[in-house]
């Protein structure tokens, strides 16, 4: 018993030592952004590496998650003989939950992965101890572009990608189930509330803030070559989509109870 005891104590303070460490690693990059220099060309290019080619992957995840849940919808509701709620259903699925999630998801894994793996690379082959030897900050250099970009970048992208989601959802009700166009559409704009679409933005800028939280600490804490770099790449994406999912979670209570 006691040695059990000891295992959960063991695993309990280094749940809270990892803890403190990410906290203090988020709080050590924002506060180098309290004074200057800054670096604006380094927030934009991390705000088009992130924001316009990752808008295949979530445009394209958007459009057939709306689509199949449309059809489930249907399934699921004709049991009941409330067809006419699946224009709410999938609008208030896709904006308030799916298209956050979803585009966050997509987005650790293949923004975090890489931020993890540009990073740990750039630890290896002390490029960073470079960086601090000319005098450069590699929070300020490194990690606060991608924060800077990570909590601006998924709004926009869950826009688009409600909207993709939305219309998905519409073809298959239209061309599929046969539903009157002007009737979705009617029902869509009147259960749509702004406080829908407000909270799934809030969840993507914190769902963004993470993924690029954990692709910076993972990263820049990674050691041991190449194969340190590969774990930093895959503890990254893990990491972040569990936290999206605990976060997720939170935020909806918040909102919604």
């Given at each position: ?12 303070l280094t749940f809270l ?46 459009l057939f998650t709306g ?53 740990g690379t750039m630890r ?134």
């Amino acid at each position: 018993m006691m040695g059990f005891l000891a295992s959960v104590g063991a695993l309990a303070l280094t749940f809270l030592a990892g803890t403190g460490r990410l906290a203090l690693f988020a709080a050590r990059a924002l506060a180098a952004g309290l004074a200057p220099p800054y670096y604006p060309r380094l927030i934009v290019r991390q705000f088009v590496y992130m924001g316009y080619y990752s808008l295949p992957v979530v445009g394209m995840t958007a459009l057939f998650t709306g689509m199949v849940l449309a059809l489930q919808s249907y399934t699921a509701s004709s049991r009941f003989n409330a067809e006419s709620t699946v224009a709410t259903i999938v609008v208030l699925s896709i904006t308030r939950e799916l298209g956050p999630v979803i585009a966050g998801l997509m987005v650790a894994g293949r923004v975090g992965a890489a931020m993890a793996a540009e990073i740990g690379t750039m630890r290896v082959t002390e490029q960073i101890d470079a960086l601090t030897t000319l005098s450069t900050d590699p929070l300020r250099y490194l990690v606060l572009p991608r924060l800077v970009a990570g909590l601006l970048t998924l709004p926009l992208l869950v826009i688009i990608a409600d909207i993709i989601g939305v219309f998905g959802g519409y073809l298959v009700a239209i061309y599929k189930l046969d539903f009157n166009a002007v009737s979705y559409l009617t029902q869509t704009q009147q259960y749509l509330k702004t406080n829908d679409v407000v909270s799934g933005l809030v969840k993507a800028a914190v769902f963004g803030f993470i993924v690029a939280l954990m692709g910076c600490y993972q990263g820049y804490h990674s050691r041991g070559g190449a194969e340190g770099v590969g774990q930093a790449t895959t503890y990254a994406v893990v990491s972040a989509s569990i936290l999206i999912l605990i976060s997720d979670y939170f935020l909806t209570q918040a909102f919604f109870t």
